[in-house]
T-cell receptor
Framework: DVKVTQSSRYLVKRTGEKVFLECVQD?????MFWYRQDPGLGLRLIYF???????EKGDIPEGYSVSREKKERFSLILESASTNQTSMYLC????????????FGSGTQLSVL | GENVEQHPSTLSVQEGDSAVIKCTYS??????FPWYKQELGKRPQLIID?????GEKKDQRIAVTLNKTAKHFSLHITETQPEDSAVYFC????????????FGPGTRLSVLP
């Protein structure tokens, strides 16, 4: 069974801090995604990657960056956290070649104070 | 770009009744439409999907219908059970490979005993 693991379930940070959210998948998936989930707004795509070293902006990339140095790992970076980045962050992966099904991580609830 | 609307935002049904959730999309090029279920505190999981060359698909108590002309698709759950209580998200693909999606805002379904 595919496992997508996010390093933290809950995270509390201060405004202005640099924040790293880590995501690792164990099924050799090509595609990896970072979503933000807010009540009433659904899942909004921040960044995605179809290959190592490749990254593309999603719908709401402002204030975020990503890194994909290895195929299995996709990191989301908040360069200078702000209170409006308080949210649930979900990482997902998909095979890319045969199946569009997204496998999600358990999520990281980030609170920026 | 693609815009996905979803209605209703909340839905309460009696156990054993049917539930219907409707989504509309704006981009006629979208060709893949998955539905994800997110139980409280858990990760979203794919429950059913449909491609643009099919009008209806069933999987036990769950069915999805697609009207490409009208650009809407619906999730139908029959004989609802308490374990169907969750937030349901529809999505529409936004690239030719069906690898990237825009999600609807979600519907919170409550099945009352």
């Amino acid at each position: 069974d595919v496992k997508v693991t996010q390093s933290s379930r809950y995270l509390v940070k201060r405004t202005g801090e640099k924040v790293f959210l880590e995501c690792v998948q164990d099924m050799d998936h090509e595609n990896m995604f970072w979503y933000r989930q807010d009540p009433g707004l659904g899942l909004r795509l921040i960044y995605f990657s179809y290959d190592v070293k490749m990254k593309e902006k999603g719908d709401i990339p402002e204030g975020y960056s990503v890194s994909r140095e290895k195929k299995e790992r996709f990191s989301l970076i908040l360069e200078s956290a702000s209170t409006n980045q308080t949210s649930m962050y979900l990482c997902a992966s998909s095979d890319g070649s045969t199946n569009e099904k997204l496998f999600f991580g358990s999520g990281t609830q980030l609170s920026v104070l | 770009g693609e815009n996905v609307e979803q209605h209703p935002s909340t839905l309460s049904v009696q156990e054993g009744d049917s539930a219907v959730i409707k989504c509309t999309y704006s981009d006629s090029a979208s060709n893949y439409f998955p539905w994800y279920k997110q139980e409280l505190g858990k990760r979203p999981q794919l429950i059913i999907d449909i491609r643009s060359n099919v009008g209806e698909k069933k999987d036990q108590r769950i069915a999805v219908t697609l009207n490409k002309t009208a650009k809407h698709f619906s999730l139908h759950i029959t004989e609802t059970q308490p374990e169907d209580s969750a937030v349901y998200f529809c999505a529409a693909s936004i690239d030719n490979y069906g690898q990237n999606f825009v999600f609807g805002p979600g519907t919170r379904l409550s099945v009352l005993p």
